[in-house]
T-cell receptor, first 118, second 114 residues
Framework: GAVVSQHPSRVICKSGTSVKIECRSL??????MFWYRQFPKQSLMLMAT?????????EQGVEKDKFLINHASLTLSTLTVTSAHPEDSSFYIC??????????????FGEGSRLTVL | EDKVVQSPLSLVVHEGDTVTLNCSYE??????LLWYKQEKKAPTFLFML????IEKKSGRLSSILDKKELFSILNITATQTGDSAIYLC??????????????FGKGTLLTVNP
């Protein structure tokens, strides 16, 4: 099956620093990638939709200047948490949508990145 | 506001039991309903349902969608301890052009005891 790689899987940083998380589709081209956030024992909350070559679409309540998303190629999207604070500590998961007609257009998830801000 | 509601939120059973997990939804621009299993990390895909009344099966798991009543069930027969996980239901919605996004329910935490 299609593979989505997310890196790093775990990161610990000091308050005020910026952290970049990468999401790569390894064996397919992904025109659209999605970024989710998951708090402990809660479900995945969609943060933004990232389209290759264009600006990301953010969900209501998500600060676009805080969570910078770049989708520079058909296989790579990045999420940068800028000036991270302890309340940004969470599990961030990306998913990539294969092109229509490939695997039914279903989404494939990365392994997630656990961010801890001290 | 789009809503996906799963029940029960948690369930504890013994090995060999059969369980039924429920997912109801109230959304605009419905495209499909998906079930995922989440253990320690990212969700793994189980089923995608787009048509009513057609059961999808994979081993001991099966699922069906009722688009008239706006719900889906996920059945697991002869449960095993390895089935212990959070089961997530998500509804795929059209979101501008050819894009679509998933709205997730809160999940059902299934614990299967030996």
């Amino acid at each position: 099956g299609a593979v989505v790689s997310q890196h790093p899987s775990r990161v610990i940083c000091k308050s005020g620093t910026s952290v970049k998380i990468e999401c790569r589709s390894l064996d397919f081209q992904a025109t659209t990638m999605f970024w989710y956030r998951q708090f402990p024992k809660q479900s995945l909350m969609l943060m933004a939709t990232s389209n290759e070559g264009s600006k990301a679409t953010y969900e209501q309540g998500v600060e676009k200047d805080k969570f910078l998303i770049n989708h520079a190629s058909l296989t790579l999207s990045t999420l940068t948490v800028t000036s991270a604070h302890p309340e940004d500590s969470s599990f961030y998961i990306c998913s990539a949508r294969a092109l229509a007609g490939v695997n039914g257009g279903e989404l494939f998830f990365g392994e997630g990145s656990r961010l801890t801000v001290l | 506001e789009d809503k996906v509601v799963q029940s029960p939120l948690s369930l504890v059973v013994h090995e060999g039991d059969t369980v039924t997990l429920n997912c109801s939804y109230e959304v605009t621009n419905f495209r499909s309903l998906l079930w995922y299993k989440q253990e320690k990390k990212a969700p793994t895909f189980l089923f995608m349902l787009t048509s009513s009344g057609i059961e999808k099966k994979s081993g001991r798991l099966s699922s069906i969608l009722d688009k008239k009543e706006l719900f889906s069930i996920l059945n697991i027969t002869a449960t095993q301890t390895g089935d212990s996980a959070i089961y997530l239901c998500a509804v795929s919605l059209r979101s501008g052009g050819s894009n679509y996004k998933l709205t997730f329910g809160k999940g059902t935490l299934l614990t299967v005891n030996p």
